[in-house]
């Protein structure tokens, strides 16, 4: 399979602590993308962080990529209840705009 | 942000017929967009890529008799699920970006889905 890994597969946690989810990815990229799903609907788009970036911030998001490793990481700060969803980092090996989507994190935020 | 409709949100057949999805880029052009097909559970599989004026490519193991793609337009493109059977029954979501041009990717919009159930 090329889709990479992601893990854990599922985070159950209480409202205000952190969640942090790892993706790994096979081949080199030019960016890494993080997605949430919320169940059976279609996907936002979270934050996009290029191979020459390190680290990336928007609000309560925040992505590392450690391209050495292959390696991708999302922590969400303070969460809420609303932010209970899947979420998949995604990479474009041969940017060409088709993306490969790990298996995804489901979490949970208890209220 | 850009914005990617789909049409219908959900949709129930027979075995046998025949299921128009439509996609819709609603704020920008798009010569390129994707096709995926999500399993319960599971994550996205990118199925064909829709090319505006020319034919769709297929991933491996995707027949493209049963799924045909047409991209008529640079705002539209249609996923025909022909002669589809339970085993179809799927969530299908199409993707489009603004700023596929010159070998460089961005930012990836979808649509919200549309659930197939075949019976």
């Known amino acids: 399979s090329q889709q990479g890994e992601e893990d854990p597969q599922a985070l159950s946690i209480q409202e205000g602590e952190n969640a942090t989810m790892n993706c790994s990815y096979k081949?080199?990229?030019?960016?890494l993308q993080w997605y949430r799903q919320n169940s059976g609907r279609g996907l936002v788009h979270l934050i996009l962080?290029?191979?020459?970036?390190r680290e990336k911030h928007s609000g309560r998001l925040r992505v590392t990529l450690d391209t050495s490793k292959k390696s991708s990481s999302l922590l969400i700060t303070a969460s809420r209840a609303a932010d209970t969803a899947s979420y998949f980092c995604?990479?474009?090996?041969?940017?060409?705009?088709?993306?490969?989507f790990g298996q995804g994190t489901t979490l949970q935020v208890k209220p | 942000g850009a914005v990617v409709s789909q049409h219908p949100s959900w949709v129930i057949c027979k075995s046998g017929t025949s299921v128009k999805i439509e996609c819709r880029s609603l704020?920008?052009?798009?010569?390129?967009m994707f096709w995926y097909r999500q399993f319960p559970k599971q994550s996205l599989m990118l199925m064909a890529t829709?090319?505006?004026?020319?034919?769709?490519?297929?991933e491996q193991g995707v027949e493209k008799d049963k799924f045909l793609i047409n991209h008529a337009s640079l705002t539209l493109s249609t996923l025909t699920v022909t002669s589809a059977h339970p085993e179809d029954s799927s969530f299908y979501i199409c993707?489009?970006?603004?700023?596929?041009?010159?070998?460089?990717?961005?930012?990836?919009?979808f649509g919200p889905g549309t659930r197939l159930t075949v019976l």
């Open positions: 993707s489009a970006s603004p700023g596929l041009a010159g070998g460089i990717t961005d930012t990836q919009y």
């Open positions: 081949t080199s990229i030019n960016n």
């Open positions: 829709s090319n505006e004026g020319s034919k769709a490519t297929y």
């Open positions: 995604a990479t474009d090996p041969g940017n060409t705009g088709k993306l490969i």
């Open positions: 704020d920008f052009q798009a010569t390129t």
């Open positions: 962080i290029r191979s020459n970036e």
